[in-house]
C-alpha cells in the first residue's frame, strides 16, 4: 500500500495546523463578519480543545506516524457549526469531554489510578450541569476502566463516585450561602433520571415527526459526521494489527463512544447541538487514523470526497443560515 497519497503528505506536513487555524478563524468570522466577545472566547475554548486533543495524540501514540491531524480535523469540523462559535453548552460539553477522555487514558493498567479517575469523572460531573447526558455517559466510563483500560479498582470506583457528586455538592453549598435554595430542585436525582429517560425520549422524538424536526443543514451535518466516522471505524478495525495494544483499547473507547452517540442524537433529536459538539470531539481521532495511515487510490478520492462535503456543510451552517435561507 502506498503511503505517498495526498492525505499522506497533508498529515505529515508541518503546514497543515496553522492553514486549519487560519480556516476556522475565517469560518468563526463568516456568520457574523465580525468578532464578537463570546465568538471570541468561544474560539479561545476551541482552541484550548485543539490544544488537549494535541496532547491526548503526544502522550498516547493514538496514530502511529507524526502527525496533528486530530487536531486539525477538530478545529475544521467545530468551525463549521455556527452553534460551537459562541462560548456557551456545545463549546463547554466538548471540551469537557475531551478533558475527560486525556485524564481517562492516563489510567491504563495504573495499579493506583485513582487521581486520574476522580478528575476525569469531575470533568463529567461538571458537564453534567449542561447535558445530563454527561451522566449515562460516566456510567460507559465505569466500563471503559473495566474492560478496555484495565485499571478499575474499589477505590477507584469510588473516586469516580466522588468525582461526580463534587460538583454537586459545591453547586448545594453556593445555594445554600446564596440563600437560593430553590435551584437545587433541578438537581435533584429524581430530576435527573426524569430528564434522561423520560423527558429526552419525549422532547422532539425521532417518531413524532420526520426527521425529529431538524433543518436539512443539521441532517445533511449530522448523516456526514456519523457516516464519517463509520469509515473511520471500519479502517481501524481492518487494520488495527498494526497498532500497539494499548492504542488499540484507547481507539475501542472512541468506537464505543461513537455508537453511543449516534444512537442517543437518533432517539433524541432535540439535544442536536450538544450531542454533535460530543460526536465531532469523539469523532476526530479516528478520522485522523483513517487519513493518516491509508494510502490507497480509493482513500484518496473518498479524502478529496470529504473535503467537498465539508465545505458544503460549512456554506449550509453558516453562509446560508447567515443570509436566512436555510
Not at 235 to 260: C, E, G, P, S, W
Not at 306 to 316: F, I, K, Q, R, Y
Request: hydrophobic share 55%; net charge positive; aromatic share 16%.
Amino acid at each position: 500500500m502506498r503511503q505517498n497519497r495526498l492525505q499522506n503528505k497533508i498529515a505529515r506536513s508541518e503546514a497543515t495546523l496553522p492553514v486549519c487555524i487560519a480556516t476556522a478563524a475565517l469560518l468563526w468570522w463568516l456568520p457574523r463578519r465580525d468578532f464578537y466577545l463570546p465568538d471570541v472566547l468561544g474560539f479561545g475554548l476551541c482552541l484550548l480543545t485543539a490544544y488537549i486533543i494535541m496532547e491526548t495524540n503526544a502522550r498516547q501514540h493514538l496514530i502511529r506516524i507524526r502527525t496533528r491531524l486530530m487536531t486539525c480535523v477538530w478545529l475544521v469540523l467545530s468551525a463549521c457549526f455556527a452553534f460551537m462559535h459562541p462560548v456557551g453548552k456545545p463549546m463547554a460539553v466538548a471540551f469537557l469531554l475531551a478533558a475527560a477522555y486525556m485524564l481517562l487514558f492516563r489510567c491504563y493498567q495504573r495499579k493506583r489510578p485513582e487521581a486520574f479517575v476522580f478528575h476525569s469523572f469531575l470533568m463529567l460531573g461538571i458537564g453534567s450541569f449542561v447535558a445530563h447526558f454527561m451522566l449515562l455517559i460516566a456510567v460507559f466510563f465505569f466500563f471503559y476502566l473495566g474492560i478496555f483500560l484495565r485499571s478499575l479498582t474499589w477505590k477507584g470506583f469510588w473516586a469516580g463516585i466522588l468525582g461526580l457528586v463534587v460538583p454537586f455538592w459545591g453547586f448545594a453549598a453556593w445555594c445554600f450561602l446564596t440563600g437560593n435554595t430553590e435551584l437545587l430542585t433541578p438537581r435533584l436525582p429524581g430530576e435527573v433520571n426524569r430528564d434522561l429517560f423520560i423527558n429526552y425520549l419525549q422532547t422532539s422524538p425521532l417518531w413524532a415527526q420526520p426527521g425529529g424536526g431538524l433543518s436539512f443543514a443539521e441532517q445533511f451535518s449530522a448523516a456526514f459526521i456519523v457516516l464519517l466516522s463509520l469509515v473511520g471505524i471500519v479502517h481501524f478495525l481492518r487494520t488495527n494489527f498494526d497498532d500497539k495494544i494499548r492504542v488499540r483499547m484507547m481507539l475501542y473507547i472512541y468506537v464505543a463512544q461513537i455508537f453511543l452517540l449516534t444512537a442517543f442524537l437518533i432517539l433524541h433529536p432535540g439535544s442536536y447541538e450538544t450531542t454533535m459538539a460530543l460526536l465531532v470531539v469523539s469523532a476526530c481521532p479516528l478520522i485522523a487514523h483513517l487519513f493518516s495511515l491509508s494510502g490507497s487510490l480509493p482513500t484518496t478520492i473518498f479524502f478529496l470526497l470529504t473535503l467537498l462535503l465539508t465545505a458544503a456543510m460549512s456554506v449550509l451552517n453558516l453562509w446560508m443560515t447567515s443570509f436566512s435561507i436555510f
